[in-house]
């Protein structure tokens, strides 16, 4: 039987598709509709299937939402099941992880009624209910300081950096109406850091509520690399797609009702040519920059190899001209790829392949280091699915330089490329050579 689990109607709608154990495909809709963060399935994104699993429950969702004063939301999606929104995140954390005991910890901005929520293994164990919410805060200082909430939350993160925690959010979060915050005088900079310290604080207050070793972090909040990186002496999984979207893998898991075969994140729309990484590294010596579009698609935020764009790190000013191609601001750092075998050696701290955690850099190379010294590092490792870890080798034996700037392949505003047809834009539009 073929289950297709389905996450849409509020924002990044997804589809996966799970065959015995195997996740036979997974995408998000704005990579098909070209509309960020589309909260609709598109017909070009199905493929047979048996059983619809939904990702959370509409019925209840819509009387908190009527309670609260908003309207009701139909659902356009005949489904076979439905799921409790929080229980639909822990399962694609708990059904792709690597053990089984655990603790998990959802938290993101609301589900029906839930904002936060600890798990034994796939029982509920403790929740927080709307209108006390670590999520909705967060985007709501993100919206405060003229950002896009539900999309730049990480551009807070990032600013976070640059600014000092001066004002005390706790007393927000509990408000009824998050986004009805007033403005804040003074700096946006520190107003980031200041819910940033907050989320930090709170989520590690969470952490000490999980007597067991191994934890799994799931929920949109997932994704704040920096407040993950502050857990210690716990064994973490992070499903890379941690957000609404990857629920739908979670919706399922759950009708399927058993571990899958996680082999990794790249699931999506698939671009089959060949690439020679000779080829890749002989334009980045001699332009610095060029994309990889190439095999199937991430399912998750995140490029790692298969959409991204490339560049020497060893380029003084090589993280400006890559955020004037991508019209980003110039604060905004990026990450480094890195050959498993030499990430020790260029960086300290927790790492791993997903870009889920910032490290401290042991090296100069700007390019792919925040302000603060830290950097989302990529370990690419040798079993790694993506034509990135044989291009990483190829410009080891170049440079003898292990590490490439790896940073989305999209512009600013804009889904990440998907197909043959995005990448020709791409390539119209930057300049930029995609292989």
Not at 252 to 277: C, Q, T
Request: positive net charge; aromatic residues 10%.
């Amino acid at each position: 039987m073929i289950i297709l689990g389905i996450s849409q109607g509020f924002h990044d709608a997804a589809v996966c598709y799970i065959k015995n154990g195997e996740i036979l495909h997974a995408s998000h809709s704005e990579r098909y509709s070209k509309i960020k963060g589309d909260k609709n399935i598109h017909n070009d994104q199905y493929l047979p299937y048996d059983k619809i699993a939904y990702y959370e429950k509409p019925f209840s969702k819509n009387l908190r939402r009527i309670s609260t004063g908003q309207s009701w939301q139909s659902t356009k999606i005949k489904y076979d099941k439905a799921f409790s929104h929080h229980k639909s995140h822990a399962a694609a954390g708990y059904y792709t992880a690597p053990f089984d005991d655990c603790n998990i910890i959802v938290n993101d901005a609301i589900g029906e009624w839930d904002t936060i929520s600890i798990w034994n293994n796939m029982n509920k164990i403790k929740s927080w209910k709307y209108p006390y919410s670590l999520g909705l805060l967060y985007s709501a200082i993100t919206k405060n300081i003229g950002l896009k909430p539900n999309e730049e939350e990480y551009i807070t993160m990032g600013m976070a950096a640059y600014g000092e925690p001066i004002h005390n959010l706790e007393p927000y979060l509990e408000q009824n109406n998050h986004f009805g915050i007033n403005k804040f005088i003074g700096r946006k900079e520190d107003l980031a850091a200041s819910v940033q310290l907050l989320f930090e604080k709170k989520l590690l207050e969470l952490v000490d509520m999980c007597p067991k070793k191994n934890i799994i972090l799931m929920g949109g909040c997932a994704l704040n690399c920096v407040a993950n990186s502050k857990i210690k002496g716990k064994n973490i999984w992070i499903m890379p797609n941690p957000g609404d979207a990857g629920s739908s893998l979670g919706a399922a898991a759950l009708m399927y009702g058993k571990k899958l075969n996680w082999k990794g994140p790249y699931l999506g729309h698939d671009i089959n040519k060949e690439i020679n990484p000779k080829d890749v590294v002989k334009e980045l010596l001699k332009n610095k920059i060029c994309g990889i579009a190439n095999g199937k698609a991430e399912f998750g935020p995140r490029a790692l190899g298969n959409r991204s764009l490339i560049a020497d790190p060893r380029i003084n000013n090589i993280k400006d001209k890559v955020n004037e191609i991508k019209y980003r601001d110039k604060f905004r750092p990026f990450a480094p790829a890195i050959l498993e075998e030499y990430a020790n050696d260029y960086f300290e701290g927790p790492m791993n392949e997903y870009m889920q955690f910032v490290a401290k850099a042991k090296h100069s190379y700007s390019s792919v280091t925040h302000v603060d010294g830290t950097a989302r590092v990529q370990v690419v490792k040798k079993d790694c699915q993506s034509i990135l870890r044989l291009i990483l080798e190829e410009w080891y034996n170049k440079t003898d330089c292990p590490i490439l700037l790896n940073t989305s392949l999209n512009i600013k505003g804009q889904p990440i490329v998907n197909n043959e047809n995005d990448v020709i834009k791409f390539m119209e539009r930057s300049g930029i050579r995609v292989f």
